[in-house]
């Protein structure tokens, strides 16, 4: 298949167009002007998401697109209007990108989500996708708007969406909380985490992307959303211990009560940064796996030891899904110049 990939340069845009690469497909790669596109990928540039955004060029001869392009969540967001900027990226954006690939003939698009569109912290159990939607933030809010801006252009035209929404996603080069935690471990601080009882989903990105991988190959993924994960979910001290052992280095830890880590916690003015490090946050990928058949090619274990190691996670051996009737006939428009 000829694949589009938005967001192409980014952490997880850069894995994701190795691995489809590798399985055999036509990877064209989003580029914002200036920028280079990975290797073995044809470039597409465009200006910026939006609303207005032209996406013709680049959608031509397409079968299918993998959306990773975003206005990402932030700690300390300096827009005069955060929610209608990331609706104005996330939501209107996505909404031009799935009427333009509709009327181009693409036949289906994948839209990376997220697990904030149902919330910071799991009821006592891994979310489903049966959960009713209860985003925490401005960016949850608008990756829920973009989820039902897909499902209406989907009821109008007939492009198949896919949905995924991971949970935190690590791998060599990651940001966010995860390299706060990693440089934690680095510089041997001694933390009060030792009994951290709570349960956390996390996803390497070498699982995250051989999941979007079969997602756009696979027919029975049309329509459907999903929740992806490594398999095996951890305390924050059990996470700190395995990068500690990972590294070579001595986990310090030390005992307090939760309790009063949230109330200290709550008294800074940090209750946020309590929610992530000391409540549960889990997701249940039972659905991709029965319904597509998928596992993840590395364990909680091997993405951990690559992620310190700096190593790129090794393209996915996996061979793409039979594709279907549909798929095939999709594939050949594109090899013949649709």
Same mark, same amino acid.
């Given at each position: 298949?000829?694949?589009?990939?938005?967001?192409?340069?980014?952490?997880?845009?850069?894995?994701?167009?190795?691995?489809?690469?590798?399985?055999?497909?036509?990877?064209?790669?989003?580029? *914002?002007?200036?920028?280079?596109?990975?290797?073995?990928?044809?470039?597409?540039?465009?200006?910026?998401?939006?609303?207005?955004?032209?996406?013709?060029?680049?959608?031509?001869?397409?079968?299918?697109?993998?959306?990773?392009?975003?206005?990402?969540?932030?700690?300390?967001?300096?827009?005069?209007?955060?929610?209608?900027?990331? *609706?104005?990226?996330?939501?209107?954006?996505?909404?031009?990108?799935?009427?333009?690939?509709?009327?181009?003939?693409?036949?289906?698009?994948?839209?990376?989500?997220?697990?904030?569109?149902?919330?910071?912290?799991?009821?006592?159990?891994?979310?489903?996708?049966?959960?009713?939607?209860?985003?925490?933030? #401005?960016?949850?809010?608008?990756?829920?708007?973009?989820?039902?801006?897909?499902?209406?252009?989907?009821?109008?035209?007939?492009?198949?969406?896919?949905?995924?929404?991971?949970?935190?996603?690590?791998?060599?080069? #990651? #940001?966010?909380?995860?390299?706060?935690?990693?440089?934690?471990?680095?510089?041997?601080?001694?933390?009060?985490?030792?009994?951290?009882?709570?349960? *956390?989903?996390?996803?390497?990105?070498?699982?995250?992307?051989?999941?979007?991988?079969?997602?756009?190959?696979?027919?029975?993924?049309?329509?459907?959303?999903?929740?992806?994960?490594?398999?095996?979910?951890?305390?924050?001290?059990?996470?700190?211990?395995?990068?500690?052992?990972?590294?070579? *280095?001595?986990?310090?830890?030390?005992? &307090?009560?939760?309790?009063? &880590?949230?109330?200290?916690?709550?008294?800074?003015?940090?209750?946020?940064?309590?929610?992530?490090?000391?409540?549960?946050?889990?997701?249940?990928?039972?659905?991709?796996?029965?319904?597509?058949?998928?596992?993840?090619?590395?364990?909680?274990?091997?993405?951990?030891?690559?992620?310190?190691?700096?190593?790129?996670?090794?393209?996915?051996?996996?061979?793409?899904?039979?594709?279907?009737?549909?798929?095939?006939?999709?594939?050949?428009?594109?090899?013949?110049?649709?």
């Amino acid at each position: 298949m000829r694949i589009l990939v938005t967001g192409a340069n980014g952490f997880v845009g850069r894995a994701l167009c190795a691995v489809l690469a590798e399985r055999g497909h036509l990877v064209v790669a989003v580029v *914002r002007p200036g920028r280079a596109a990975p290797t073995r990928t044809e470039a597409a540039v465009v200006g910026d998401l939006d609303g207005d955004t032209d996406w013709s060029k680049a959608l031509h001869g397409v079968d299918a697109v993998v959306h990773l392009a975003a206005r990402v969540h932030v700690m300390r967001d300096e827009a005069d209007d955060p929610l209608a900027e990331f *609706r104005r990226v996330n939501v209107a954006g996505t909404r031009r990108l799935a009427e333009q690939a509709a009327a181009a003939g693409v036949r289906r698009l994948v839209f990376v989500s997220s697990v904030k569109v149902n919330g910071d912290n799991s009821p006592g159990r891994p979310f489903t996708d049966a959960d009713p939607p209860t985003p925490p933030d #401005a960016y949850g809010l608008s990756k829920h708007e973009a989820e039902m801006a897909l499902a209406a252009v989907a009821a109008a035209t007939g492009l198949e969406t896919v949905v995924v929404r991971p949970p935190l996603v690590y791998g060599p080069g #990651a #940001a966010g909380n995860f390299r706060v935690l990693l440089d934690a471990v680095r510089r041997g601080l001694p933390l009060p985490l030792a009994t951290v009882r709570n349960r *956390r989903s996390l996803v390497f990105v070498g699982n995250l992307v051989d999941a979007l991988a079969l997602c756009a190959e696979h027919p029975a993924a049309a329509g459907r959303t999903f929740f992806v994960r490594d398999g095996e979910d951890v305390s924050t001290a059990q996470l700190f211990r395995l990068l500690a052992r990972a590294l070579g *280095r001595p986990a310090r830890l030390w005992p &307090l009560p939760p309790a009063l &880590l949230r109330a200290a916690a709550t008294l800074l003015g940090r209750t946020a940064a309590a929610d992530r490090v000391l409540g549960s946050l889990q997701v249940d990928d039972g659905a991709l796996r029965l319904s597509l058949g998928w596992r993840p090619p590395f364990t909680l274990a091997e993405g951990l030891a690559l992620t310190v190691s700096g190593q790129p996670a090794p393209d996915s051996p996996r061979p793409p899904a039979t594709p279907s009737p549909a798929t095939s006939s999709a594939t050949h428009r594109s090899s013949s110049g649709r």
